[in-house]
């Protein structure tokens, strides 16, 4: 339960250091693959770089680029995302 607290303190702080405020996300469906890859495209284009959007879902930047790869996102150094993959 502490782990959950920190987390969601964590998340809290790095919304409030942004310009904007983080926009709510609806899932399509209930896959857990697609919400995770959702959220992790979405905080990268939110914050720009993988340093900033790490904080943003609550782990570190080693643990979003295992993500990355994992789930096979295209990012460039530019902050450019590639289009959702369709499934």
Known sequence: MDDLRENMRHRYEASQTMKTPVPPITLEDLNLEAAERRLCVEA????GNIVGAAPL????RHALKRRIIKLEIRWSRRGE???ERAE
């Open 44 to 47: 990268l284009r939110l914050a």
């Open 57 to 60: 879902l609550g782990i570190t």
């Open 81 to 83: 995302v590639e289009p």
